[in-house]
């Protein structure tokens, strides 16, 4: 327990600014069984003074000259510098995770989440693009069955509906009254041409390169007329980066390996489907420029998160303590990318596609 008892003194040179919020945090890291001194100085140089005079050990800053004296003291006196509150509420909690061969796709809080409406969005452009006359269709990566459920609506019961999922947690959670199955999508197990429509909704992004070309070939033969695909439109993968507290590496928080293009996916079934229809839903892709988004991850240390984030590489889950951090850095990021967005125009997050065999 003396390990996790941390002492940590806050740089601030803007008492009014900065306190309020500081406060809350310091009472939930008190609750965590962490001694907190705040301090906070009138002047830089009182505070340059003051703080070799003082051994803690842990500092963290929000305004950027105290996060500047941070990083010397990182690099002369070896003092760690915190630049996230969750560094240091993180380790006890990864400490104590019992079980490191837990998957992402079987967490509950994966799959224990409301819809959200660009998820709503995106099912209804699903549907609409599903051809007249289908009357057997597989949904591959179905998740809780959400699609499913819409799907059923519209189609009543002239349609024959099987889902499939590699998470049994997600299969557990369906609603819908038809056939479930789990299994991996390079492991399905049916025949050439068994359905009339296949569907395949936020799955591609997640396979490898090898993985994901042995899913399209067998797509293609379980497939006797149409195939839906649906995946994110021209992501932004570096925006949705976390870097793991214990292993140090970093990595999408939805696992996601690969972004999609209009181009590409027109290409994504040539020659045996051909693209018939397009269409881009979902909500607002998120902008955030590429260099002001390096700083923000690697200077001012602030990274996106979730409260299922699970590091692939070492298996640590990283638990979302509610924190929201922004320092001085941070924020100029933020501010400077909505002026430069305003520029850029927007975009759909999702693109859905309609493919058939001629």
Not at 9 to 19: E, V
Not at 22 to 49: D, P, Q, R, W
Not at 162 to 170: G, I, L, M, N, Q
Not at 321 to 342: M, V
Request: a positive charge.
């Amino acid at each position: 327990m003396k390990s996790f008892l941390k002492r940590v003194i806050f740089l601030s040179r803007n008492k009014s600014r900065y306190k309020k919020n500081f406060l809350g945090e310091m009472e939930i890291l008190e609750k965590n069984g962490y001694a907190v001194t705040l301090k906070e100085y009138g002047s830089f140089f009182e505070l340059c003074h003051q703080i070799f005079a003082i051994d803690h050990c842990y500092y963290h800053a929000h305004d950027f000259l105290a996060m500047a004296l941070g990083t010397v003291l990182r690099i002369f006196r070896k003092y760690i510098f915190i630049k996230d509150y969750h560094q240091l509420l993180l380790p006890p909690i990864i400490s104590n995770t019992a079980d490191r061969k837990i998957n992402f796709y079987e967490q509950p809080e994966t799959w224990g989440v409301s819809l959200a409406e660009r998820d709503e969005n995106r099912f209804e452009k699903i549907v609409e693009l599903v051809p007249e006359g289908v009357k057997n269709i597989l949904d591959i990566g179905c998740g809780t069955g959400e699609l499913v459920l819409r799907l059923q609506r519209k189609m009543k019961s002239r349609t024959h509906i099987v889902e499939v999922d590699r998470s049994a947690t997600a299969l557990s959670k369906c609603n819908a009254d038809v056939g479930k199955i789990s299994a991996d999508i390079n492991a399905l197990p049916f025949k050439d041409k068994t359905f009339d429509l296949v569907i395949c909704a936020e799955v591609l992004e997640h396979l490898s390169t090898t993985a994901m070309r042995d899913a399209i070939n067998k797509i293609k033969k379980i497939s006797s007329k149409y195939v839906i695909i649906g995946v994110p439109n021209n992501e932004n993968l570096a925006f949705s980066m976390y870097k793991c507290y214990e292993c140090g590496n970093k990595f999408h928080i939805n696992l996601h390996k690969r972004s999609f293009k209009l181009g590409k996916m027109k290409k994504l079934f040539f020659p045996e489907l051909n693209l018939k229809k397009y269409v881009f839903g979902g909500a607002e892709r998120v902008y955030y420029n590429n260099i002001l988004l390096w700083v923000k991850q690697n200077i001012a240390g602030v990274w996106l998160r979730k409260i299922n984030t699970l590091c692939p590489f070492c298996g640590a889950q990283q638990k979302f303590q509610g924190l929201k951090e922004r320092n001085a850095i941070s924020w100029r990021c933020d501010t400077w990318n909505k002026r430069i967005r305003q520029r850029t125009g927007s975009q759909q997050s999702h693109i859905m596609a309609l493919y058939a065999k001629d």
